[in-house]
């Protein structure tokens, strides 16, 4: 399995303001993603974040709402902007493995609260 | 019709018993398939994958894919109370993409 982490891993917002997820996964991802998990819902994904590129978003989310950066392999960020409390959810970062398995292993997630 | 359905829950097995979780998928080209387990306030940990029709086995876990039928499924033999959680089945050709989950509860 691959090491993904994730910071901060809980945060209370205020409405209107934006908040920057990181995600450092290791050396045996290749691609990564960006999901929601709203509570009692399955996961949703955002978009995928293309090194060095604008990530491919989801129909339903767009860059200026949720920007995404990868600069490196191992790195990304998730920006949610002008945060509404219907922002709050569970965000996860995930890694597809190098494997060719098109196993992902998921980040332990940041918890937004929006008030 | 969603991409990937799962079998409405909750599901509530007896400790000891085999639990059975079931899942569907509307594209017929998909090529992955994969059991994720997701503790409540914890992220989802894949705990099967599979890729040709068949049956795959490991330890208590038995996942089954008939790519006809657009089905997967997995056994849960000797079912624990550890092994409550919700039970996430997901598909992939390119991209992943999840069902809304099954909760099981294994009662002592």
């Known amino acids: 399995s691959a090491v993904i982490s994730q910071k901060p891993s809980r945060d209370i917002c205020q409405r209107g303001t934006s908040l920057t997820i990181q995600c450092q996964v290791d050396?045996?991802?290749?691609?990564m993603f960006w999901y929601r998990q709203q509570p009692g819902q399955s996961l949703t994904l955002i978009a995928t974040a293309n090194q060095g590129s604008e990530a491919t978003y989801e129909s339903g989310f767009v860059i200026d709402k949720f920007p995404i950066s990868r600069p490196n392999l191992t790195f990304s960020t998730l920006t949610v902007s002008n945060m509404s409390p219907e922002d709050s959810s569970i965000y996860l970062c995930s890694g597809l493995m190098r494997t060719g398995y098109n196993e992902q292993f998921f980040g332990p997630g940041t918890r937004l609260t929006v008030l | 019709q969603k991409e990937v359905e799962q079998n409405s829950g909750p599901l509530s097995v007896p400790e000891g018993a085999i639990a059975s979780l079931n899942c569907t998928y509307s594209?017929?080209?998909?090529?992955?398939f994969f059991w994720y387990r997701q503790y409540s306030g914890k992220s989802p940990e894949l705990i099967m994958s599979?890729?040709?029709?068949g049956d795959k086995e490991d330890g208590r876990f038995t996942a089954q894919l008939n790519k006809a039928s657009q089905y997967v499924s997995l056994l849960i033999r000797d079912s624990q109370p550890s092994d409550s959680a919700t039970y996430l089945c997901a598909v992939a050709k390119i991209d992943m993409r999840f069902g809304a989950g099954t909760r099981l509860t294994v009662k002592p």
């Open positions: 594209d017929r080209v998909s090529q992955s």
């Open positions: 050396s045996q991802v290749t691609m």
């Open positions: 599979i890729y040709s029709n």
